[in-house]
């Protein structure tokens, strides 16, 4: 019998092969989202809601509004750039031949990386964790987020200087 | 519980997968921005089971800080795929030939 946590990791993977095999960029953007929101259920489903509503909000909202802003952009491309579809067609084919190799050879290397994963056990919460020891990172994501702008601002500030 | 966990990284290698295939079977950058979208939600799923297993706390905190660098990153690549299309007149890899040697 299927588990709940095993129909939405196989539930992702389609979502995540439609996104990639689909033709239409807009119907691959919404397969995206389809593909964030299941792995936001999967974190809820861990007992990460933290990380499961920035997931939510941030991957299933904000870059699928990036991605059809894009979409919409380039929409006169499509006619002129066909792709060889033969490679998305046999993707399939190739995830199977890896989903039965690893069902064979990396099943035991998985249930071996479980003894790693037990290493640092230790209980504390989250906003202490994330002010308190991961410091840090939100120095790092405030610097990532001021590079983001950074570049934004650079390319649209190049197209009016070369206007 | 192992089972768990392994049943999870066996799902994010095969996410890993399709996202890979997908940035090297395309020419396309939006396509590929969307096979790298693919593998970071592999990569999230091996973070959160391994968290799972050992701090949960820390976990949502590596998570929390790679999705907000996902965004920049996303963000990024679509300005300037945006940029090449303009000026390029296409989102071919192939036809960003123009600083070749």
Redesign the interface.
């Known amino acids: 019998m299927i588990e709940y946590r095993e129909f939405l990791y196989l539930a992702v993977t389609l979502c995540a092969l439609a996104a990639v095999m689909s033709r239409n960029m807009l119907t691959a953007a919404i397969s995206l989202a389809a593909t964030s929101i299941g792995v936001a259920l999967v974190l809820f489903d861990f007992r990460a809601p933290w990380a499961a509503v920035f997931e939510l909000s941030v991957c299933a909202g904000l870059i699928t509004v990036l991605f059809i802003s894009a979409v919409s952009l380039l929409r006169k491309e499509e006619p002129f750039f066909a792709e060889d579809r033969t490679r998305f067609r046999l993707l399939p084919v190739f995830a199977l031949i890896v989903a039965i190799g690893g069902w064979i050879a990396g099943w035991p290397f998985f249930e071996a990386l479980a003894d790693y994963a037990r290493f640092g056990a230790r209980g504390q919460s989250l906003g202490s964790m994330l002010w308190e020891s991961r410091r840090m990172d939100l120095l790092g994501q405030i610097a990532m987020l001021a590079a983001g702008v950074l570049v934004i601002n650079s390319v649209f500030a190049a197209k009016k200087a070369g206007k | 519980?192992?089972?768990?966990?392994?049943?999870?990284?066996?799902?994010a290698?095969?996410?890993f997968?399709?996202?890979l295939?997908?940035m090297a079977?395309?020419?396309?950058l939006?396509?590929q921005?969307?096979?790298l979208?693919?593998m970071s939600?592999g990569t999230?799923?091996a973070l959160?089971?391994?968290?799972?297993?050992?701090?949960?706390?820390?976990?949502?905190?590596?998570?929390?800080?790679m999705?907000?660098?996902?965004?920049?990153?996303?963000?990024?690549g679509?300005?300037?795929?945006?940029?090449a299309?303009?000026t390029n007149g296409?989102?071919?890899v192939w036809k960003l030939s123009s600083l070749k040697g």
Do not use: P
């Open positions: 519980m192992n089972g768990s966990f392994a049943t999870a990284w066996y799902f290698a095969l996410l997968f399709i996202g295939y997908c079977a395309s020419r396309n939006l396509r921005l969307i096979g979208e693919v939600k999230l799923l959160i089971a391994s968290g799972a297993m050992s701090n949960l706390s820390l976990a949502q905190a590596v998570i929390i800080t999705i907000v660098i996902e965004v920049v990153v996303v963000a990024a679509l300005t300037l795929l945006v940029k299309y303009r296409g989102v071919d």
